[in-house]
């Protein structure tokens, strides 16, 4: 995965919650192409937290009843940072020939 190389998927707090109240049913977020939710009795569930691309906020903007929240992203920033996750992203984008240093 190139966003956190070989870190743990599930030690990286990234994925929504639905709030129940707020959601109308829409479907829009079915629309993942991750398969992070499930249509449940008209609404939206997420069954699959840690299969939500991190850093990803893509349904959250697109929800029209803005139902959709993340964690907050400077705890992110502080993981990667704390365990020096983009050093290893980027040393392996090097080797793949993404980029040049
Ligand atoms: S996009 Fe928002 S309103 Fe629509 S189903 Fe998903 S959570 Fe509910
Ligand atoms: S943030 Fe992106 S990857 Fe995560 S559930 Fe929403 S659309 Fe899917």
Redesign the pocket.
Same mark, same amino acid.
């Given at each position: 995965m190139a966003w956190i190389t070989g870190y743990p998927r599930e030690k990286v707090n990234w994925g929504p919650t639905?709030?129940p109240k707020?959601? *109308?049913?829409?479907?829009?977020? +079915?629309n993942c192409g991750k398969k992070v939710?499930e249509w449940k009795d008209g609404?939206?569930v997420v069954v699959r937290y840690f299969d939500c691309q991190v850093g990803c906020t893509t349904?959250a903007n +697109?929800?029209? @009843?803005? @139902? *959709?929240s993340f964690p907050d992203l400077e705890d992110l920033r502080d993981l990667y940072r704390k365990e020096g996750i983009w050093a290893k992203v980027r040393e392996q984008m090097v080797q793949e020939g993404k980029i040049t240093v």
């Open positions: 639905v709030d707020k959601c *109308i049913g829409c479907g829009m977020c +079915l939710f609404k939206s349904c +697109l929800c029209p @009843a803005r @139902a *959709i």
